[in-house]
């Protein structure tokens, strides 16, 4: 990689910057380019763990922190005092339940684009940096450029700005901004492009059915608009794109479906020469089923970085997986000069961001400032789908009596659902709440009012999000019963926004997007008529279906 590629976008380093790097690769040995390539993910406190994960001296580190910042603060050091080279320090900055622990409560990508204004966009990702930049965090694996186009997708959903290219790019570009103006370099993924499949890379590889021509009018022109603004780096997915393989080789046969985290013609044709892309590319974690339905381990982690790949993304076992990369140079399925590339990548994009230069100073929060935006945000997002039984605003001497159906708030990193404040809030506001429960007997002129509660945002490692309406009413005959004929009765949703797919006929219905505390107090005060509902909606909440309007 010469010295104009280093000066040249999206790094743009002066004469200072590239002698550092170049001085820097120098003096790293073959061992230290091998563990250069791997991104570790920490969590937790554990001094052997933390102490181990320390002694690998990792090029860069995915931190998933707890609430004590200084503690976090504290942890990097170490990192940063064994590892003799500036660290990349990742996270998945994506807002609501992936907001940083001890932090504001911040809209998920979808309720934003449910708000739809670009400043609002802007202020939520500045403050993201600005916490982000108060642990040590400097590189964010966002943001989502996937398109909902699958309603059924479990992976795409709230961690995306919706189904309208025109809405992703705006808030895409202000959340790009927002982040590299303040010091975190971001990672556009998934490349090449997520929701035309509405399966999980998590769970198998997905595909990206897309002509070329249509490619180029969604993903292209998102990709393309978003390395033109500077994008630091890319996430390659696991996920296919056969037409354009085929178009290269109309008889590619399973090679057409190879994963573009390890297919050199993804990475290095259509991204780097087709699309001009000169940053980082990052793998997406290598434990997902996606790539290890492909090949073995051993075989596909050299294909990662041979492919293109300059980071490799998460380990099984750091000291196997360094044998696996190992293996592959002494054998020659992967050469030295590409490594050479992709830890001068890496260097580029350190000293892009100034770890180069020590001493730099974490902007100043304001914690209370930053609430107040969290919670104006809240207050816009919540969409009313429809309510055609006029039955908002909710009032207590109206619908005192209110039944909760509801199987908690699913977080794929909690082994079990958390409940709900909704139920408390309304009881503070003057409600009998009576929370569903196994084996109760229900009679509907028991209640005045029946409320669905659901709650899962985007989801990994499950299939489809979907009602289900034998886990939510207990048993066979409870599954068949709905009681919006007998009882006024209200759904919302705080994630998955299709939930009128399974529930067309529901007569009142509420996208909230977002689980967190915040948006809950956010959406009771509208049901009372305290603040007014939002109109807008980033994707078509009735899933295509027309009776679901009525």
Request: hydrophobic share 45%; proline share 7%; glycine share 8%.
């Amino acid at each position: 990689m010469d010295d104009d590629r280093l000066a040249a976008a999206p790094f743009h380093l002066d004469a200072a910057a590239i002698a550092w790097v170049r001085a820097t690769l120098a003096r790293l040995s073959p061992d230290d380019k091998i563990r250069q390539l791997f991104n570790l993910r920490s969590a937790g406190n554990d001094p052997a763990d933390i102490g181990a994960q320390q002694a690998f001296r990792p090029g860069s580190v995915t931190r998933v922190p707890g609430p004590d910042w200084a503690a976090e603060r504290a942890i990097l050091a170490g990192f940063e005092k064994v590892a003799g080279v500036p660290l990349l320090v990742s996270a998945d900055l994506e807002g609501s339940r992936m907001s940083l622990a001890g932090g504001a409560e911040l809209p998920n990508p979808l309720a934003l684009a449910a708000i739809d204004d670009i400043e609002t966009t802007s202020a939520v990702c500045r403050i993201m940096a600005a916490e982000a930049r108060a642990i040590g965090i400097n590189w964010s694996f966002t943001p989502v450029l996937d398109i909902n186009a699958k309603f059924k997708s479990a992976i795409v959903a709230t961690r995306g700005f919706g189904s309208d290219v025109p809405t992703i790019e705006r808030h895409v570009l202000a959340q790009l901004r927002a982040f590299q103006d303040n010091g975190v370099a971001v990672a556009i993924k998934h490349w090449p492009g997520e929701g035309y499949d509405d399966r999980d890379q998590h769970l198998v590889t997905t595909v990206n059915p897309l002509s070329m021509d249509e490619w180029e009018q969604t993903f292209g022109r998102l990709y393309r608009a978003a390395i033109d603004a500077g994008a630091l780096s890319v996430m390659s997915a696991h996920v296919a794109l056969p037409s354009f393989i085929r178009g290269r080789r109309p008889d590619a046969g399973v090679e057409a479906y190879r994963p573009a985290s390890i297919s050199r013609d993804l990475n290095e044709v259509l991204l780097r020469e087709d699309l001009g892309f000169n940053g980082l590319i990052v793998s997406d974690a290598t434990g997902m089923a996606g790539l290890k339905a492909w090949s073995s381990r051993a075989d596909y982690l050299p294909e990662l970085v041979a492919a293109g790949c300059d980071v490799i993304l998460f380990t099984d076992d750091a000291a196997t997986d360094h044998g696996y990369i190992a293996a592959a140079l002494a054998d020659g399925r992967l050469g030295w000069g590409r490594v050479d590339e992709a830890v001068t990548r890496q260097l580029a994009m350190k000293a892009a961001l100034g770890l180069h230069r020590p001493g730099a100073t974490p902007p100043a929060l304001d914690p209370a400032a930053n609430r107040r935006i969290a919670e104006d945000a809240a207050r816009r997002a919540p969409t009313l789908v429809k309510d055609t039984q006029s039955l908002l605003p909710l009032d207590p001497t109206k619908h005192r009596r209110v039944l909760v159906f509801s199987t908690g708030i699913v977080f794929p990193f909690m082994p079990d659902p958390v409940p709900f404040a909704v139920p408390d809030l309304l009881r503070a506001r003057g409600f009998d709440v009576t929370l569903n429960t196994p084996g109760i007997r229900i009679n509907p002129k028991d209640f005045d009012l029946i409320l669905y509660l659901f709650g899962e945002e985007t989801l990994l490692t499950r299939g489809h999000i979907f009602l289900d309406w034998l886990r939510i009413n207990g048993d066979f005959i409870g599954a068949m019963q709905r009681y919006w004929n007998d009882v006024p009765t209200l759904l919302i949703s705080f994630g998955y926004p299709y939930y009128l797919y399974d529930a067309p006929r529901a007569p009142t219905y509420i996208n909230a997007y977002s689980t967190t505390e915040t948006m809950q107090r956010a959406v009771v005060d509208a049901l009372l008529g305290n603040h007014p509902w939002n109109s807008h909606s980033p994707i078509d909440p009735f899933a295509g279906d027309e009776q679901a309007r009525y």
